[in-house]
């Protein structure tokens, strides 16, 4: 125990006094037996070693037991040492508590908000998607540039064989298409419509998903004989079926067929950008030939190494070896109009796209110039506090504190605000990550995935952490070159400024200011972009206009008169609803999505690949449709009665009736439409032209089919195309206040006409509109309020310095006054310093912002990156911002009496 009071403070010297102390106990022992048994010296030195025993052990054992009360007891002190400096550090802040409030919130609030974002950032863009073998997945598609620009298409069934085949780069491709499922009312459950995929028994296999119960579909069950098998989602599983797992075997009814349950799949096992309920076999015969139908999705799943270009090297020339090899389907005429061609990229950057991946990284950006702010902003308090405790610095000097005593000191305050401000900034984020899901756009992808993690508490803890080194370590350069001899000599008198922290603190708020302007001008640029796209006209009216999908499955709606006689009866119904003044049906709605298309010709024109029209939507509308939706039409609008004596009647857009009859009214022209075999219909009536696939695009060049068509005219049902009527989206305009009711109301006169056919996606059109300027409008919130953060954190930077500087003046001041100078001129001169550093701040931020805000490009509407009107407002209002927040300060320096100020110098 003693031994343990007076161990020594290194372990070297630790094991140099263990050797000591053993070899004086040996010389002890020696001469004890020299002088009792008369031995002479090396056979007494024998003797004791035998009678000691083996040093060697007792040199071990020792020093291991030394060693590590020699650590407990260096533990004991550095933990001793952290809970008093830690005590001193909170008094020491408490002592101080607008400073330690204003520094914590401030803090706080950067942190807090750049972890929000960067957890944003972080599980959308950066973290691999959530399957096994992430890194390796691969979207495979193809591009037809002369079709729909910017667009992109999905592979033939033939390619997916011929893939498999021939790909060395690919150890399994899975091939998919979305499909839409009705499950009838049953066992108390209403009827229900969800989503569901037709997939290759491949898919599995590259998505690393295995079965929770029961077993997945195999090759042989995708051959074309229809096998009736499905696999299940968990949760329509626990949904529908109690989480039965008798389930497996049973036959139920999914669209009027009767299909067996063979599988459930684990909880959260889906495709990438679909929650698909109902997994069915994709029928696939290897022996069908080529076809130009390139419509199925695609996953490929890379073998180990091998890189994406590589892939898509390999891929690219088998799709050009498929070209040689069928002329008939790619013809030179046929490539020439289409630009035909082949797209492999990562499956993760297909999922995330490269919009949403340049929005986080701008609004990451925009966070962490709030951070870099912000911390501007604690610094500029650091080094007052400094500059204010300069005498209490030179007095430990004096007595004997040496540089790592003075940072351990600094460094103590500076952590204890820093663990502070995480935990708040923690609390912050994970408030503001909610806010924002709440806000975000759903075409924003993998949303379900956010939450706050590990991941984003350490990138918290870590970003606190540097701010408190860096805060604890910026007094050392200004405290450790030894004893401030003027400052002791000044005693209460307070010491003048240094020249060098004046010009710390003014370049501070000249940094502060021109991350500002970059801020505010990215903001400002966002919120023209959004306030044009607000302006843009869809070309029908949304007020009061409610939308809903319905889709007719089984054996009620198999022949045209069926579906037609479905859709007479439910608008009948629909139009006796109270408040209800029209309704209609397409198979389309506006800003919502796209449209099947196919090639269109003028009736003059041969329907060849050099006179056919690029791919046209096309849209089949039921009467009272474009009256709902208040798109003018000039000519005859469809009714009931068209086309039932295979007529053949039709409505154009006004784009697509300009470029096929170019200074020709198209009413009365016939229109050559082609899908399976050339079919000519004639123009009957113009509709306004609409936009389809959002704000941003211009608006398509559409042909309106009737909802009674000729059968002739379309491909069989269930075919995919828009000629199909079973599945159509019904419009109700109404004049009441509560579109919600009405979509009650419509439920219950569906559920009157045929209870087993689902309503679902009732959502006022105004909704769909807005949703078409979602991801604008969340960029521009969200940046506004990172440029309102740092106009605020600007002006209270600059009314800080200002207010510093008047009372460190305060001396020069009063003498200016005691010689006559007006109070005027003493304010201006304060405003004009404070408007000084705002100038070069802007000039600053100007040149940043003009070179910055290109980043934006892609993501405004009809606004330059550099709009001279936005980057002209945005440096006033910050030298504005900056002169206001320099009045008060200004006020207080035209107060200062003269015999005060001098008497207290």
Not at 389 to 417: I, N, P, Y
Not at 800 to 819: F, K, N
Request: glycine share 10%; net charge positive.
């Amino acid at each position: 125990m003693k031994r343990a009071f007076r161990l020594p403070a290194s372990r070297r010297r630790l094991d140099a006094e263990l050797d000591a102390e053993l070899a004086f106990h040996l010389e002890g022992r020696v001469e004890d037996l020299m002088a009792r048994e008369g031995l002479s010296r090396a056979a007494a030195e024998s003797e004791a070693r035998r009678r000691f025993g083996d040093l060697d052990v007792y040199r071990r054992e020792t020093s291991a037991i030394d060693h590590h009360t020699h650590t407990r007891r260096r533990g004991m002190e550095l933990l001793g040492d952290v809970r008093r400096e830690t005590r001193t550090a909170i008094r020491a802040l408490r002592r101080a508590p607008t400073f330690a409030v204003v520094a914590f919130a401030t803090l706080a609030l950067g942190i807090g908000a750049a972890t929000a974002i960067f957890t944003l950032l972080d599980r959308i863009v950066i973290r691999p998607l959530p399957y096994p073998r992430a890194e390796r997945l691969l979207h495979l598609g193809t591009s037809w540039p002369g079709v729909k620009p910017g667009e992109e298409y999905g592979i033939s069934t033939y390619m997916y064989h011929r893939f498999r085949q021939g790909a060395r780069t690919l150890e399994e491709l899975g091939l998919f298409q979305p499909d839409v499922y009705t499950l009838p009312a049953a066992n108390g459950l209403d009827a229900e419509r969800v989503l569901g995929v037709d997939a290759s028994a491949s898919l599995f296999h590259v998505l690393g998903i295995r079965p929770a119960l029961g077993r997945l579909f195999t090759v042989e069950e995708q051959l074309p004989n229809d096998a009736g098998v499905v696999v299940i989602s968990h949760g329509l599983w626990q949904r529908r079926f109690g989480g039965e797992r008798s389930v497996i075997g049973r036959a139920v009814d999914v669209g009027g067929r009767l299909v067996r349950v063979i599988g459930v799949l684990p909880p959260g096992a889906k495709l990438p950008e679909s929650e698909a309920e109902i997994w069915e076999p994709l029928h696939l015969d290897p022996a069908d030939p080529p076809r130009n139908h390139h419509t199925f999705h695609a996953i490929g799943l890379a073998r180990d190494g091998v890189p994406v270009e590589r892939a898509r090297a390999e891929l690219d020339a088998l799709t050009h070896r498929i070209v040689a090899d069928f002329p008939n389907v790619y013809g030179e005429k046929f490539l020439a109009r289409t630009g035909f061609g082949f797209v492999l990229r990562s499956l993760r950057d297909e999922v995330v796209g490269p919009k949403a991946a340049r929005v986080l990284w701008i609004l990451f950006a925009s966070v962490g110039l709030v951070l870099v702010i912000a911390a501007a902003n604690v610094a500029n308090l650091v080094l007052v506090r400094v500059e204010a405790r300069r005498r209490d610095v030179a007095v430990r000097t004096a007595l004997g504190g040496g540089r790592w005593q003075l940072a351990t000191h600094f460094l103590s305050e500076s952590f204890v605000l820093a663990i502070a401000a995480a935990v708040g900034a923690i609390a912050l984020a994970w408030t503001l990550l909610h806010v924002v899901l709440l806000f975000a756009p759903t075409s924003l992808p993998r949303l379900e995935e956010v939450r706050l993690d590990g991941r984003g508490v350490a990138f918290c803890a870590a970003v606190a952490l540097a701010a408190g080194a860096v805060f604890g370590l910026m007094p050392l350069p200004r405290s450790g070159g030894g004893l401030d001899v003027a400052v002791l000599r000044e005693g209460g008198r307070g010491a003048t400024t240094s020249r060098a922290g004046q010009a710390a603190r003014r370049a501070l708020v000249v940094t502060q200011i021109a991350l500002a302007v970059v801020l505010l001008a990215a903001a400002g640029l966002m919120l023209e972009s959004f306030q044009r796209l607000r302006a843009v006209r869809p070309g029908f009216d949304a007020r009061g206009v409610l939308a809903m999908s319905i889709a007719l499955r089984g054996d009620r709606y198999r022949t045209d008169a069926q579906v037609v006689a479905f859709w007479q009866e439910l608008s009948r119904r629909v139009a006796a609803l109270p408040g209800v003044t029209g309704m209609g049906a397409t198979s389309m709605l506006p800003l919502d999505g796209d449209a099947g298309c196919t090639g269109v010709a003028a009736n003059d024109s041969p329907l060849d690949e050099a006179h056919r029209s690029a791919c046209v939507p096309t849209l089949t509308v039921a009467p009272g449709y474009f009256a709902t939706l208040g798109i003018p039409v000039r000519g005859e609008a469809p009714g009931w009665t068209d086309n039932e004596q295979g007529s053949g009647t039709m409505v154009v857009s006004r784009a697509l009736g300009e470029r096929l009859w170019p200074g020709q009214s198209p009413i009365g022209k016939s229109l050559v439409y082609s899908m399976r075999r050339p079919l000519v219909f004639r123009v009957t009536g113009v509709a306004e032209d609409v936009r389809a696939n959002g704000l941003q695009k211009p608006p398509i060049e559409a042909a309106y089919f009737p909802l009674a068509a000729p059968a002739a005219a379309g491909p069989a049902k269930g075919g995919g195309h828009d000629l199909d009527g079973n599945f159509l989206h019904f419009v109700v305009r109404s004049n009441a206040e509560d579109l919600q009711r009405l979509g009650a109301a419509v439920r219950r006169v569906m559920a009157d006409i045929d209870p087993q056919v689902p309503v679902a996606d009732v959502t006022p059109m105004e909704t769909i509109v807005a949703r078409s300027v979602a991801q604008t409008s969340f960029t521009m919130l969200l940046l506004a309020l990172s440029s309102a953060i740092a106009l605020v954190l600007s002006a209270a930077g600059t009314y800080g310095v200002m207010s510093y500087l008047v009372a460190r003046r305060r001396a020069e001041i009063g003498v200016r006054v005691a010689l006559g100078a007006p109070a005027g001129a003493v304010g201006r001169m304060v405003v004009l310093q404070s408007v000084r550093m705002a100038v070069a701040g802007a000039v600053v931020g100007l040149l940043a912002a003009i070179a910055g805000t290109r980043l934006l490009g892609a993501l405004l509407f009809e606004v330059s990156p550099t709009d001279p009107v936005v980057l002209t407002v945005v440096p006033l209002v910050l030298v504005g911002i900056a002169a206001a927040a320099a009045f008060a300060p200004a006020r207080r320096a035209t107060r200062v009496d003269p015999v005060t100020a001098l008497r207290g110098d």
